[in-house]
């Protein structure tokens, strides 16, 4: 049998009935207050991924599976809580996986990688210090480092959680972070750059990006605010003169990144630079996962389901060119005017 999918997350509208094959990215099973079993589903494919829920009977009926696999189900789309959930009528996992196209159901960035990797080049060879372009030379000037940093991701799910997502987020940090340092006083652009594209190195290791994304024992153990440090520190070492100063300060920046101790952070930012990659690190993460919830879509009025990263619903309701709101799923009524402008 052929698995090629013809609907992807994307095009599933509340109310539908959809029959098509999804990767399972997560798996809980849990009790109902009688003792029987139901089951709380991610399923994933390209495009993204959708809450599911197979109640008992249809949960009985289901041949075992686990996170990973790959399953054929029918169901119907409802929303629950402001977001789209699949219910699921039946699944059967697929055992014979030759007719499988893998690219269907591996996220991966929307952008063109060789163009976006091209820029951090420029970033690397715009470093007028000779220290700091030697270090970021030994990274990126490394043929089987950028092949791995350019299919790595920035994370399992809040953001830029793809296959070319660590690439797309350290570029964008990158570019703001030139903007900054043209736009204020007192700040090393350099420094700063290097930072940039340093901070968040460790997340190679941290993360294996397969159909599924998932943590290494690495990772787990030591997280990558540990193995990016360790991982600079060692190219460093390997820089003859490098300055001890200098040293201390793009250390510095990866180990503060995350600004807080509560979100991880060794260390608090002390320096310039560290308080802007920390903040232009931040601001990309929530754009991005902001922008992850517009291509989910929203309730009918307008509102996300309560994001846990956020600690609230967020307003997804976007507004046309006069300051009217906006609803793109909504058809054009024939007369030229679009439904939902008021």
Excluded at 64 to 87: C, I, N, P
Excluded at 138 to 149: S, T, V, W
Aim: aromatic share 10%; net charge negative; glycine share 8%.
């Amino acid at each position: 049998m052929n698995y090629r999918k013809k609907e992807f997350v994307n095009d599933l509208k509340v109310g539908s009935h959809i029959n098509s094959v999804f990767v399972v990215a997560k798996k809980i099973v849990k009790k109902k207050k009688n003792g029987d079993d139901f089951c709380l589903l991610t399923l994933q494919d390209r495009e993204g991924d959708i809450q599911a829920v197979v109640w008992t009977e249809a949960l009985n009926q289901a041949a075992d599976f686990k996170e990973g696999d790959f399953v054929a189900v029918a169901g119907s789309v409802s929303e629950y809580r402001s977001s789209k959930q699949l219910t699921i009528e039946s699944l059967s996992k697929i055992e014979d996986k030759k007719n499988i196209d893998y690219t269907d159901f591996i996220k991966s960035t929307k952008r063109d990688v060789d163009e976006m990797f091209a820029e951090i080049k420029l970033k690397v060879d715009s470093v007028k210090n000779h220290y700091l372009k030697q270090l970021l030379q030994a990274f990126f000037g490394d043929k089987k480092f950028a092949a791995d940093f350019c299919k790595a991701t920035a994370a399992v799910q809040y953001h830029h959680a793809y296959g070319g997502g660590l690439l797309e987020h350290t570029l964008y940090v990158c570019r703001v972070c030139d903007l900054v340092a043209d736009t204020y006083q007192n700040i090393n652009r350099d420094l700063l750059i290097a930072g940039a594209l340093l901070h968040d190195i460790g997340k190679m290791k941290e993360y294996e990006v397969g159909v599924v994304i998932k943590f290494t024992d690495e990772g787990k153990l030591l997280g990558h605010i540990t193995m990016g440090y360790s991982w600079v520190l060692e190219k460093i070492n390997q820089i003859k003169g490098f300055p001890a100063d200098l040293k201390d300060r793009i250390l510095h920046i990866i180990l503060s990144h995350h600004g807080y101790k509560e979100f991880g952070s060794p260390k608090r930012p002390k320096i310039l630079e560290a308080f802007i990659v920390h903040h232009v690190d931040y601001m990309d993460a929530e754009i991005a996962a902001y922008n992850d919830l517009f291509d989910q879509g929203s309730g009918d009025e307008g509102w996300s389901h309560f994001v846990k990263n956020f600690e609230r619903s967020v307003l997804l309701r976007k507004l046309d060119d006069s300051g009217h709101p906006y609803y793109p799923d909504q058809e054009d009524d024939g007369d030229g005017e679009q439904e939902g402008l008021f």
